[in-house]
């Protein structure tokens, strides 16, 4: 990558709640583009921590914007400046009245990735902000189509993961079928294959709601991969409890994962 590469880190404040995105862009003589998206769920107690380590660690040596989708202005934190930092804010739509977090994050996501997202970027990445870089996060986890390997179902047999079992849903996967169990901490790919994750997790979902069905984002998730083989999967040493001991299976840890509080 040269001097021109452009990175961007974009986040979203929702009400109590915040979604964080992060864009990469590098420009080369095929005008290749990569980008980073994040998406949290969570009150802003996290937003610090986790932006100076990503700072630190993702992808160091390239421009940072953090380009912030809200439902309002948010307070963005006091970040050591750096001539590789700029920030944006872009105000959410209707979907900030919303009552499901990852319902209206994945929305505001979809439309900007239609409208002007996809003209910008090659690759993105989901993250909530409970996340915390312990280690540099570079290239060699870029990838068409990128999920994360659960750190705790990784450890289980595969007949007793949370999938969807309600044969109804359109999140459901039959017992004795499926390989890993996917994480929604980290998500990532190409602008297309992102957005095709959104729309049929949106579709998903309100087919599920408009026959009385419940279910979660992670399912959606991993109905998607099941259908959708991930072309990266990123080891549990991407996402790992620091209140476990490490298994002999991950060497050291490259991000911390810490549980949501939640409201």
């Known amino acids: 990558m040269n001097s021109k590469n452009k990175m961007l880190l974009l986040i979203s404040f929702l009400l109590s709640l915040m979604m964080v995105k992060h864009y ?34 993702f992808m160091p040596g390239h421009r940072v914007i953090f380009y912030v989708i809200s439902d ?8 050591e400046r ?50 915390f870089f312990e280690a540099e996060f570079g290239v060699e986890t870029l990838g068409s189509s990128v ?4 750190a ?41 294959n992102v957005l095709d994750l959104v729309d049929e997790y949106l579709k998903g979902f309100f087919q599920d709601t408009g026959n009385g069905i419940n279910s979660t984002y992670e399912k959606y998730l991993n109905k998607y991969f ?10 549990p040493e991407y996402s790992w409890d620091p209140r476990f001991k490490l298994p002999t299976q991950v060497r050291f840890v490259k991000i911390s994962y810490y549980p949501r509080v939640e409201f």
């Not at 999920?147 to 659960?150: Q, V």
Request: charged share 20%.
């Open 24 to 57: 990469f862009r590098t420009r080369r003589a095929n005008e290749l583009k990569l980008s980073d998206w994040f998406l949290p769920r969570l009150s802003g107690n996290y937003l610090e921590p986790f932006l100076q380590s990503a700072s630190r660690f």
């Open 72 to 79: 309002t202005y948010p307070h963005v934190p006091r970040l």
């Open 82 to 131: 750096s001539p590789l930092h700029s920030f944006q804010v872009l105000l959410m739509g209707e979907e900030r009245w919303w009552r499901d977090p990852d319902l209206m994050c994945m929305k505001s996501l979809g439309d900007h990735l239609a409208v002007h997202i996809h003209k910008e970027v090659d690759f993105l990445f989901s993250m909530t902000p409970n996340l």
């Open 147 to 150: 999920a994360l390997i659960h």
């Open 152 to 192: 705790w179902w990784y450890f289980r047999d595969t007949k007793n993961v949370p999938y969807e079992r309600k044969s109804q849903s359109t999140a459901y996967i039959p017992f004795g079928q499926g390989d890993f169990f996917y994480g929604s901490s980290i998500v990532g790919g190409t602008p297309y």
């Open 226 to 235: 099941f259908r959708n083989k991930p072309a990266k999967l990123l080891s």
